[in-house]
C-alpha cells in the first residue's frame, strides 16, 4: 500500500494526491502495471473525500501517467523511465543576462529615435474603442494575408494623396517591417539575382540580402544620389534605392537622374527599382517631393513605406505596393502566409489616417522637427565655426556633418560614449570601405532631442572631438 | 516667354505655377539650359505676388527641375526624356480584383474563428492608455529584438505558471507568427537538417518548410500522437510536434511517450524537439497538462506558444523558447533584425496578464468554450445517432467527428458550401495521403459559433451530408 504523506490539507488536496503519486510512479516506485488502490480506498485512507481522489485520478490519466480498465480499477502506465534527469536551467550563462538599463543623464541625436511627447493617444485610444465594437467581425477571424482590404483602400488613397503613387489597394502588402516585405519579395526572383545596394546605405538591407544568399553589389553614391554609372555597370536586376532622402546621406535625388534610372530598368522587363521611401513625409522649406514609383509607368518600381517614422518604431506597419506580375507571383508563392501587422492596430491607423488625425499629426511634427533641426543646425555652427560642415539637406530627420579632426571614428565614439551622447557616424553604414575620409562624418538625428537640451548636446560634441 | 495659362486664381497659385513650368520642361517645351523668366519678371506678367513664384521656383529647385546660378538667375535642368510614357495602371486585371464580402447568413463551424464578445477591450485600452503614459521612452526607441526585456519577464512568469516551462526571460523571443519565429529558428541549422513533421499536421508549417527547401519526412500518429517509431525510423534533426493537443487529430500525447521522445533526443546533442503548444490553455474536465518543455533536463525542446487562440488572430504575438546554444547562435545570426510584434501591444499585454485579466479571461472563455463544446457534442450525438463517431478530446478548440458515408470530400464540401456552412476536414491536413479512409472525417471548431446556432449548424451538417 502507497504511503502519500500528505504535509497538510491546506490548498487543493487533489492535487497533493497527483503530485504524490506522479513521483511514485516517476521513480519507479509504482511500477508499470501495478494497481493503484481503489478510489473508495484510497480516501478512506488519506480521510478525504471520494471526489478529491476522482479529481486526482483522472489528472493522472489525461496525462497518461495511469490507465483505468473497466470494472477492474487504475494501473500504473509502462513509462521508460528516463535516460537521465539532470537539472541544468539553474546555470544560466552570466554573460547572456540582460539588465534593466535605465540609462540616466544621457542625450541622444540617434537617428533612430523620435520625439513621442505630442502623440495624441487619446485619439488613437477613442478610435480603437470602435474598432473594438464594429470590426468585432473581422478580429474573430484570420486576416487577409495581405491586411485587411478596408486598410489597403485607405493606405491607397493616403499614398496618391501624399506620394503621388498609383496603386489599387490589391497591389498593397501591409507587414511588421520592411525587413519581412523585402524577404518575402526576394523569394519572387530567381535565386541568382543580383541585387544593387546604396552604398553608405541602410545596414540592415545589407544583412537581410547577406542571409539570404543573395549576390550583391554596391551602388556608389554622386552628388545626385545612387550613381546611374555605376548602376549600368554593375548591370543588376533589381536595385534598393532612397531617392526621397538617401539614407544616410540625405541627398534628394532630382528628378533627371530618377528618369535616368526609370529608362535603365525600362531597358529589360526583368529589372526592378525597389523604392525605399522611409522618412520621406518630412520635408522642410518646399513641399513634399512625389516619389520615383509616381513616374513609373512600366510597372518596374516597387514602392515601399513606413509608419515607423511618423507613429512610432514598435508600430509594426509597413507596406510594399507590388507591380501586377509580382503581386501574382506573391499571392502563389506566399499563400500561407499570414500578414504580420496587428490587425486592431491597423484597423486603428485605418480610421486615424481617414479621420484626418494622422495628417494633422505628421504636420504638426513637421514644424516641430522643423524647429529642432534650425536650433540644432544654428547651434553646431555657432559652436564648431568653420571645423564642420553641415550637408543640410532639408528632409528627413536626420542631416550629415562633417567634422574636422585627425580623430579615428573608434576613439571618437569612445569619448562620446563617455560623455553620454548617443551618436552614429558614416563609417557604421559603409558596406565596403571606399577610400579614407579626412574628417568625421557624424549622423545628427534631431527627432529625439528636446530643444532646450540641443545645446548641451552639441558641446559634448565638441568635446568629444577636441577636448 | 513660356505662357503659363493659370486657369483660376483659386487654390495654392504657387502649385498651378509649378505644374505648369514642370509640364513644359517634360514635354520638352523648355530645354535644358534655357533660362526662366526672372520671379519678378514672372510675378508682374502673371500678377501674383513676388513670394507665390519663389515658391514655385523652390518645389522646381528642390524636385530637380530647374537649378540656380548665383546672380544670373533659374535655368532648366538636363533631363533625359522618358523613353516611353504610355500609362498602363489603368487597366488593372479583373482577376485580381478583391470585393468587400459581407457573407451573410453563414455558420462557421471553422477551427480558426474565436469568440471575441466577451473580449474585455475596455480593460486592454485603459492598460494601453497607462502604456503610452509610463513607456513613452521605450516606445521612442527602436525596441529590442527579441522584445522589450520587461514583457519578456512576464511571459517567463506566467509560462512557469500555466505551463510548467522553465526558462529565463532571456531565452524567449518574441515575434508576430510562430512562423516567423520558426523560420528565423530554422536559419540557424544547418541547410541540410531533415525535419520531422506530425501528418496529419499543420498545413502552414509544412508549407514554410517546404519553402526554405529544408528536406522534410511525415511523422506518422498512432493513438499516444506522433509515432515513436516513425521518429526513429526516419532519423530527423528537428521534429515538430504537438503534444498538449495535436493538431488537427487532438490526440494527448501521454508521458509515457513524451519521456520516450526526450529520451530520443538525448541520444545526440545536435537533435531537437519543437513543441509548438498552439492552444494548450484550453482543457476542459481535467486541469492544463504541463508543457513537454517542463520535463525537458537537457535543452533539447524548443518551445513555442502565441495569444492567437487565447486574445484574437490579429495580435500576432507569439513567442519561442530557445535553449542556451540556439540562443546564442540566434543572437548572432539575427542581430539585424528587428522585433515584429507592436511594442505598444507587447507592453499592453504584459499589464493585462500582471494584472490577472489575462488569466481571468482564459478561464471565462474555457468555461463558456466547454459549454459550447457539450452542447454540440450532444445535439451532433442526438441527430447523427451511430453515423457519427466523435474523438471528443477534452482540450483545445475543435475535435474531429467521423461520419458514416461514401461522399467524397470534395463533394461534401461544395454541399457545405452551398448551405453556407463553414468548417474544414481532415483531407487537407494531410501532406501526403497515408490510405483511403472509409467515411469522412470533418473538423469541429465550436469557439466561434453562438450557442443558439449550433443545433442549425448541426443540422446543416446532417443535410450536407445525406440530404
Same mark, same amino acid.
Given at each position: 500500500m502507497i504511503n502519500l504523506n500528505l504535509e497538510n490539507k491546506k490548498g487543493f488536496i487533489y492535487k497533493q494526491i497527483y503530485r504524490a503519486i506522479k513521483q511514485y510512479i516517476l521513480n519507479n516506485e509504482l511500477k508499470a502495471g501495478e494497481k493503484l488502490p481503489s478510489k473508495r480506498e484510497l480516501a478512506t485512507q488519506e480521510k478525504v473525500s471520494l471526489n478529491t481522489v476522482s479529481n486526482a485520478y483522472d489528472q493522472l490519466l489525461a496525462e497518461g501517467y495511469i490507465y483505468s480498465v473497466e470494472r477492474r480499477g487504475y494501473f500504473v502506465e509502462e513509462i521508460a523511465p528516463f535516460k537521465d534527469t539532470v537539472l541544468s536551467n539553474s546555470d544560466f550563462p552570466e554573460d547572456l543576462k540582460e539588465k534593466d538599463s535605465k540609462l540616466t543623464g544621457w542625450l541622444s541625436l540617434s537617428h533612430n529615435k523620435l520625439d513621442?511627447?505630442?502623440?495624441p493617444y487619446q485619439k488613437w485610444l477613442d478610435h480603437q474603442e470602435i474598432v473594438f465594437k464594429e470590426n468585432i467581425d473581422d478580429l474573430q477571424a484570420i486576416p487577409n494575408m495581405q491586411g485587411p482590404l478596408k486598410v489597403r483602400k485607405t493606405i491607397a488613397r493616403m499614398l496618391l494623396f501624399n506620394r503621388g503613387v498609383r496603386c489599387e489597394p490589391e497591389q498593397i502588402v501591409l507587414g511588421a517591417s520592411t525587413q519581412i516585405l523585402l524577404k518575402q519579395l526576394m523569394e519572387l526572383f530567381p535565386k541568382e539575382s543580383l541585387v544593387g545596394l546604396e552604398n553608405p546605405g541602410y545596414p540592415r538591407f545589407n544583412q537581410l540580402f547577406k542571409g539570404m544568399n543573395k549576390k550583391i553589389k554596391s551602388i556608389e553614391l554622386d552628388k545626385k544620389g545612387a550613381s546611374i554609372k555605376a548602376i549600368k555597370r554593375i548591370n543588376p536586376n533589381i536595385i534598393v534605392i532612397t531617392p526621397s532622402h538617401q539614407f544616410p546621406t540625405g541627398i534628394i535625388m532630382p528628378v533627371s537622374r530618377r528618369i535616368d534610372i526609370l529608362n535603365w530598368a525600362l531597358q529589360d522587363e526583368k529589372r526592378y527599382i525597389i523604392e525605399d521611401d522611409y522618412d520621406s513625409e518630412y520635408k522642410y522649406e518646399t513641399d513634399n517631393i512625389p516619389s520615383l514609383q509616381s513616374l513609373d509607368n512600366h510597372q518596374s518600381v516597387i514602392y515601399t513605406g513606413t509608419f515607423s517614422k511618423t507613429l512610432l518604431a514598435g508600430i509594426r506597419i509597413s507596406y510594399m505596393v507590388l507591380p501586377v506580375e509580382l503581386l501574382r507571383k506573391y499571392q502563389e508563392t506566399h499563400r500561407d502566409l499570414m500578414c504580420t501587422s496587428n490587425t486592431v492596430e491597423l484597423y486603428t491607423l485605418s480610421r486615424f489616417i481617414e479621420q484626418g488625425d494622422y495628417l494633422s499629426y505628421v504636420k504638426k511634427m513637421n514644424y516641430k522637427y522643423d524647429i529642432k533641426r534650425k536650433k540644432i543646425i544654428h547651434m553646431l555652427e555657432k559652436i564648431f565655426k568653420d571645423h564642420i560642415q553641415i550637408k543640410s539637406i532639408p528632409a528627413g530627420l536626420h542631416f550629415i556633418a562633417k567634422i574636422k579632426t585627425h580623430l579615428s571614428y573608434e576613439i571618437f565614439t569612445k569619448r562620446a560614449d563617455q560623455l553620454k551622447l548617443e551618436l552614429s557616424t558614416?563609417?557604421?553604414?559603409? *558596406?565596403? *570601405?571606399v577610400k579614407k575620409d579626412l574628417g568625421l562624418s557624424v549622423i545628427i538625428g534631431f527627432a529625439h532631442i528636446d530643444i532646450k537640451d540641443i545645446e548641451e548636446a552639441v558641446m559634448r560634441l565638441y568635446s568629444a572631438v577636441y577636448d
Open positions: 513621442l511627447t505630442d502623440f558614416l563609417s557604421y553604414f559603409k *558596406h565596403e *570601405h
